[in-house]
């Protein structure tokens, strides 16, 4: 145990913590009204509100946020940016096998879109197109992983399977076994600025944003809707809600997700002797492929960001910020980062932090509408969103506009997950789930009983 590592660590994101950070907008105070008001200023309130004024720029758009712009999840992630929209190949394939062929093609178009608009309006924040390696630790993991490349290259997805050989030319540490590098498929971010930059660009465009205005109501209002906050109302023809983890103001929706609290450290700087002595020149995200995974990425200023493996839901999933700390998964993770890296003994760690994740049974988001399809939502993202809430903001945009676009013909933008059955039996089932997949990592990635009928029933939890 390498307990100094985390002496003067520093309980807060380390993203968030940016000296350049914008200055807090206004709350809403009165009455407005406006053709769209879009909820949450994370990454999918923003992705609609920006889509919207480039689909029609006379529409007056409004955006609330209960916080600050980019402070729950879109501020907190490790900053990969997945083209995957269904949470990875395999789950993907196993769930849309049909159609996964257009959705790999509508992710990578996603994808591609992201970097588009970055340098059009010359967002700064730290984009690397360099993608993103999963590696195999045991060694029952490096046949799957090579069959899983197999299936992917199948259906034409750019991904290449690395012996250990090659996977020690890449990234050196002892516990990497094999690998498999899909080279464009993902870019890195710095998620923060990427949150702050979209929201200056939505307001270039003429959106208002106001923060610290929560959306407390939901109601009908002739022909279009109601959305009362503390300090005043908007009227509006059309809501876009983008409240992910939050509870959602269309009721009926909530069972779908349940919040999971990550946990992530960053190091300080690595020297350029730290830095020889892993490899990892060509910056791939990486990630290992147990159920109960980590990932990781180096930073601009040559920092590592180590998060995962524990994913931990509290009775009841209320959105208590008591949770985001937790001392026993930060001495696992620096255990398991010094395991991962012997040869950086004596790295200091320098921000702790946790959030929460909106998961779904399917691990990938799901789309809707609701009161008569002036209201639309997207939510389950399950910790792969960053580029998947882009989609999701088209998504919401088709919805509204009631255009049927080759999105929302597909069977995922059109099927719902399976529910999460209501407490005391959640939490059991959750914590049977972490602790069987727990086991099934230490016994040879062999499924036990409950899981083989959680994937009969369509449960996601493969990961």
């Known amino acids: 145990m390498n307990r100094q590592s985390l002496t003067d660590v520093s309980y807060s994101t380390y993203w968030l913590s940016d000296p350049g950070r914008p200055a807090v907008r206004g709350p809403l105070t009165g009455e407005l009204s406006t053709d769209l008001v879009v909820i949450g200023g994370g990454y999918t309130g923003l992705w609609t509100a920006i889509i919207a004024k480039e689909r029609d720029p006379q529409r007056d758009v409004v955006l609330i946020e209960g916080g600050r712009i980019g402070h729950a999840a879109s501020g907190r992630n490790g900053g990969f940016v997945a083209a995957s929209l269904t949470h990875g190949f395999a789950n993907g394939h196993s769930r849309w096998p049909e159609e996964i062929a257009t959705l790999e093609q509508l992710g990578l178009e996603n994808l591609q879109g992201i970097e588009d608009t970055i340098n059009r309006y010359g967002i700064d924040c730290d984009w690397e197109r360099t993608g993103a390696l999963d590696v195999a630790t045991e060694p029952h993991e490096v046949e799957a992983l090579r069959q899983g490349v197999e299936l992917a290259r199948s259906q034409g997805v750019d991904v290449e399977f690395m012996d250990h050989a090659a996977v020690q030319a890449e990234v050196r540490s002892p516990r990497f076994l094999a690998g498999a590098w899909d080279r464009t498929g993902t870019a890195m971010v710095n998620p923060a600025k990427l949150a702050w930059g979209l929201a200056e660009v939505a307001e270039r465009l003429g959106v208002h944003i106001f923060e610290g205005t929560f959306a407390n109501g939901l109601a009908r209002d002739g022909a279009g809707m109601l959305v009362e906050t503390p300090l005043g109302r908007v009227r509006a023809r059309h809501v876009a809600l983008g409240t992910n983890v939050y509870p959602s103001l269309v009721k009926r929706t909530r ?50 960001l180590w998060g995962g493996y524990d994913a931990i839901y509290h009775y009841g999933g209320k959105m208590d910020l008591s949770h985001e700390h937790r001392q026993e998964t930060y001495h696992r993770l620096s255990d398991h980062f010094f395991d991962t890296f012997p040869q950086l003994d ?29 209201v639309a939502y997207a939510a389950g993202y399950t910790g792969l969103g960053v580029a998947a809430t882009r989609f999701g903001a088209d998504v919401m945009l088709d919805l509204l506009s009631g255009e049927r676009t080759k999105r929302t013909a597909t069977r995922m933008v059109r099927s719902k997950p399976l529910p999460f059955p209501p407490e005391p039996v959640r939490w059991a089932g959750v914590e049977l789930t972490r602790r069987s997949l727990a086991h099934a990592d230490a016994n040879g990635g062999r499924r036990n009983l409950w899981l083989k009928a959680m994937d009969k029933v369509g449960f996601g939890f493969d990961s």
Do not use: K
Not at 273 to 300: C, E, K, M, P, V
Not at 362 to 369: C, D, I, T
């Open 255 to 304: 069972l779908y997700t349940i919040p999971v609290w990550d946990y992530a450290l960053m190091t300080e700087p690595l020297s350029a002797a730290q830095r020889d002595a892993i490899g990892w020149q060509n910056r791939q995200g990486l990630g290992d492929s147990g159920n109960q995974f980590h990932y990781f990425r180096q930073t601009a200023d040559h920092r590592i």
């Open 346 to 374: 004596g790295l200091r760690f320098t921000n702790a932090w946790g959030g929460a994740i909106d998961t779904c049974t399917r691990f990938s988001a799901f789309f809707g509408s609701a009161y008569g399809g002036r």
